[in-house]
């Protein structure tokens, strides 16, 4: 069992969570320009595509809402101790 995602292991602090990794969002948004602009850049079509798909998954997840900051997924109750 993943212990986060088993309420036997604490109780999640949203506020403390979203103090702790406030600067991933600046880092996804740094790694994307960085992405966009050596997919302008290349020349090699393959390279250009992977870039591309990526890309477009990184926005998918954006629209989504997959983020540190959105709520946690429901709390698993299998039965097992946590690690």
């Given at each position: 069992?993943?212990?986060?995602?088993?309420?036997?292991?604490?109780?999640?602090?949203?506020?403390?969570?979203?103090?702790?990794?406030?600067?991933?969002?600046?880092?996804?948004?740094?790694?994307?320009?960085?992405?966009?602009?050596?997919?302008?850049?290349?020349?090699?079509?393959?390279?250009?595509?992977?870039?591309?798909t990526?890309?477009?998954?990184?926005?998918?997840?954006a629209?989504?809402?997959w983020?540190?900051?959105?709520?946690?997924?429901?709390?698993?109750?299998?039965?097992?101790?946590?690690?």
């Amino acid at each position: 069992m993943d212990p986060r995602f088993d309420e036997r292991c604490g109780h999640l602090n949203l506020d403390l969570f979203s103090k702790s990794f406030s600067f991933l969002e600046d880092v996804k948004k740094q790694e994307r320009a960085q992405m966009e602009t050596e997919a302008r850049k290349t020349k090699d079509p393959l390279k250009k595509k992977k870039l591309e798909t990526f890309l477009q998954k990184m926005l998918q997840q954006a629209e989504w809402g997959w983020g540190p900051f959105e709520t946690p997924p429901p709390v698993l109750k299998a039965g097992l101790p946590c690690l």
